[in-house]
């Protein structure tokens, strides 16, 4: 069943998807060569904890970390580990959720680590901008179809292949509500979207297959070829009709404008 959230309830849950935000900024502060991904685990943990809110993917399904690290060919759901030290040209997604006033946030983003790799770089692009080619076709009274299919026409455009293992999601008071969000599919399918829905959009894209493997950690999922993957997640809201994006990328991106690491 999907819970439609009152205005009052969409606030809350933007003050959680905000926070997410600012804790990904905080972990693009410390992305370069030789650091390793449990510290970046570290400084969302802390981070979050500071901000009067838990970690939310901290114990879920008997997850052992604050964030999911997912370098290179790995999809999603890495392990943070203190033996996996990042290097110059890798990438890493990095996805993050916090629980705060009973709601959860959801948001993730793909950093490149030093000087990576133009194709590479391609990749991250186009995944971003379908996400965002998501969500502009959202609102009320539009298929769901419609939205999964703006991702996967655009990103197969580009020679891009779409993960179907894993999907998006409604969101709320639980981190995974209905409905589920893929990022493939036709328009003019699914269920019909309307005002109090709110739900995670995230392409998970390939440079190569689509196929991918479940690593025998029991959580770590990989590209079958070993091909790079992109992931960029964004929480939305329809509000009186029209979409409005709870989580945001502009305190990310104010780092790597910074630090003159963006692509
Ligand atoms: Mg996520
Ligand atoms: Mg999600």
């Not at 998501?134 to 539009?142: E, F, H, K, Y």
């Amino acid at each position: 069943m999907i819970y439609l959230k009152t205005n009052e309830e969409i606030e809350l849950m933007r003050l959680s998807n905000q926070l997410v935000g600012k804790t990904l900024a905080e972990v693009a502060k410390v992305i370069k060569p030789g650091v390793s991904t449990l510290e970046l685990d570290k400084v969302a943990e802390a981070f979050i904890r500071d901000n009067g809110a838990t970690p939310a993917f901290l114990g879920y399904g008997g997850f052992p970390n604050s964030l999911c690290t997912s370098v290179n060919d790995h999809v999603v759901h890495g392990i943070p580990s203190a033996s996996t030290i990042l290097k110059e040209g890798d990438i890493v997604s990095v996805d993050c959720g916090t629980f705060m006033n009973g709601f959860v946030g959801d948001s993730a983003y793909t950093f490149c680590v030093g000087e990576v790799d133009p194709a590479i770089q391609d990749l991250l692009r186009t995944t971003k901008e379908s996400l965002y080619k998501a969500i502009s076709v959202v609102g009320d009274g539009v298929r769901l179809g419609n939205v999964s299919h703006a991702v996967q026409s655009y990103c197969e455009s580009k020679g891009y292949s779409v993960v179907r293992e894993l999907v998006g999601h409604g969101i709320g008071r639980k981190m995974h509500e209905a409905p589920e969000v893929p990022n493939y599919g036709k328009h003019g399918s699914g269920i019909l979207l309307k005002s109090g829905m709110c739900i995670c959009i995230e392409p998970m894209i390939n440079m190569g297959t689509k196929n991918v493997i479940f690593e025998k950690d029991g959580w770590t999922i990989r590209t079958r070829d070993r091909k790079p993957s992109a992931h960029f997640e964004h929480c939305i809201a329809i509000v009186d009709g029209d979409v409005q994006i709870l989580s945001s990328f502009d305190y990310i991106e104010k780092v790597l404008n910074e630090t003159a690491i963006n692509y």
